[in-house]
């Protein structure tokens, strides 16, 4: 609700939103050498991490929102509402990236928050209920290697002491991180839930792009299942060894991953995705067969229930191939999260302000996991996703959406807010 009619409706800078994105972009930036391009290392509680927290932070003051900071790590910089003591309107994401990352991941989301505040304050806009904008600690748990870290503590799902006693590959503690950079805040990482929680991220894969959408309405996010698999066969003389008396660690490997392929390929099993990504091998060398294989599964299915039935037939099929091959299999879990719908009125919203404002969008689910899924266990939660270019490649320097495309899902990201926090 304007404070004046004579004021006009608050509009998205995309120009300002791009000039953001580009300076927090320059914070870890490097060469990358596959590509040619610059792109993003910063990896969460990292130098470039904090120097980044620290640009935000600063952002954040010159909008005039006040800033806290929780024992974790996460900020939040808060804008009054009319009415002060009503939960506010939730707007986040993060600033942590991988290795190989672009300026967008996570960064669209809190710039894109940050944004919808000075679209407000320009148009002298006044809300009923708070909005915050927030980034959260180590989403892309690379570093510590438990994604969706800090909005996990903040849900309730991570115990905080867990948390601070993770570590990274060199044995140094996420608290101690916290400590080296002043980013252990004094505020408890609970209290009262806000009344919506709204993020907006680039789409991070090619459908939206393909089917001519400006946004997507994200009904979800599915099912993810991580597994590590070791085979222990026997080492053996490649040129001396009898193909029958061999207890080859490879092709067992080399079978799941086809077994695996082909079960999600096939389409026996609609909507799943299987990957193996990682296959170690010892002692890896030509001329004998393989000791030894780690091996990685990514499942992931938008039906808990489904995927779970999978998981058991994986480990029925690794039965029946150890025992063919007569190798040794065992498994160790690494990651299960749970599938979450995004609440219907969040998502009404998010479906009706696009359509007023004339975007073409589909509803879509989401393929990676976000801060929104465990936000979406602590209150009301939704996400728009911003369409890129180049099939939507993410996780690496090409990672790119146009300024438009950018200005477009900030821009319905300002008008659910509006309707959340008048409403
Ligand atoms: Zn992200």
Redesign the pocket.
Known sequence: MTTSDARPAPRIDAGRLRASLRQLGRVGSYLDPATGLEGVNRLSLTDADAEARRLVTGWMEAAGLTVRVDAIGNTFGHRPGRDPDAAPVLIG??IDSVATAGIF??CLGVLGGLEVVRALDEAGVATARPIEVAFFTE?EGVRFETDMLGSAVRAGRIALTDALALTDRDGVTLGSELDRHGCRGPHPVDGPPPHAYVEC?IEQGPVLARAGMDLGVVTGVQAISWQEVTIRGTPAHAGTTPMELRRDAGVAAARLTLHLHELAASGAVPGLRATVGRHDTSPNLANVVPQRVVATMDLRHPDDARLDRVEQDVERYLGHLAAELGVEITTRRLVRTRAVAFDDHVREVIGSRVEEAGYRSIPILSGAG?DAQEMATLCPAGMIFVPGLHDGISHNPREESTPEACANGVDALLRTVLALADG
């Open positions: 994401s993060h991941d996570g989403e991220h976000h």
